[in-house]
């Protein structure tokens, strides 16, 4: 069974600050990793999406991975209350081309 | 462009009885797919379809038919529904696999349906 496991949280930080989420996987051959905004009560929205190690910054947030530590992480700089949310890893396996596997989501809430 | 929608919003069954849960996009998506999520989990995958008349299984399959007989359309069959059936229902679709990188492998959400089986 494929795998990704998130930190649960609650993970609160203060406004302003920047707010780490991790994010590992099981499937050593994966290629594609996501991560979504999934606001209470709502449906996820996609953040970012990476394909190849290193970091890659969108606006205030910036998706790192470390493939050979299978591991994706999202900082999100300057967090606001508005980025109050649960944040879901999603990875699609090597041999899955279509199949995410989500995380369980970890959930931020940036206290004013 | 209305985006991906779906039908109904909300929906109590009793145990065994069935129901189709509807999903349209109208974005010219060849790709769908079906989720579920439970109280404090991420998404499963059900089924997802690659173009119409093409459907395959994903993680959670059971107790789930679908069928894709136009492009826009994706519906989602429960047959004797179970209490572990209770969850909200995703439908997504995308105009791309979501392994190709670049603009167009977004996967765009429905609102989602909470079913209840009591």
């Known amino acids: 069974q494929k795998e990704v496991e998130q930190n649960s949280g609650p993970l609160s930080v203060p406004e302003g600050a920047i707010a780490s989420l991790n994010c590992t996987y099981s499937d050593r051959g994966s290629q594609s990793f996501f991560w979504y905004r999934q606001y209470s009560g709502k449906s996820p929205e996609l953040i970012m999406s990476i394909y190849s190690n290193g970091d890659k910054e969108d606006g205030r947030f910036t998706a790192q991975l470390n493939k050979a530590s299978q591991y994706v992480s999202l900082l999100i700089r300057d967090s606001q209350p508005s980025d109050s949310a649960t944040y879901l890893c999603?990875?699609?396996?090597?041999?899955?081309?279509?199949?995410?596997?989500f995380g369980p989501g970890t959930s931020l809430s940036v206290i004013p | 462009n209305a985006g991906v929608t779906q039908t109904p919003k909300f929906r109590i069954l009793k145990i065994g009885q069935s129901m189709t849960l509807q999903c349209a996009q109208d974005m010219n998506h060849n790709y769908m797919y079906w989720y579920r999520q439970d109280p404090g989990m991420g998404l499963k995958l059900i089924y997802y379809?690659?173009?119409?008349?093409?459907?395959d299984k994903g993680e959670v399959p059971n107790g789930y038919n679908v069928s894709r007989s136009t492009t826009e359309d994706f519906p989602l069959r429960l047959e004797l529904a179970a209490p572990s059936q209770t969850s909200v229902y995703f439908c997504a679709s995308s105009y791309a696999p979501l392994a190709v990188g670049g603009a167009y492998n977004e996967q765009f959400f429905g609102p989602g349906t909470r079913l209840t089986v009591l």
């Open positions: 379809s690659v173009g119409a008349g093409i459907t």
């Open positions: 999603a990875v699609i396996a090597e041999t899955s081309y279509d199949k995410v596997i």
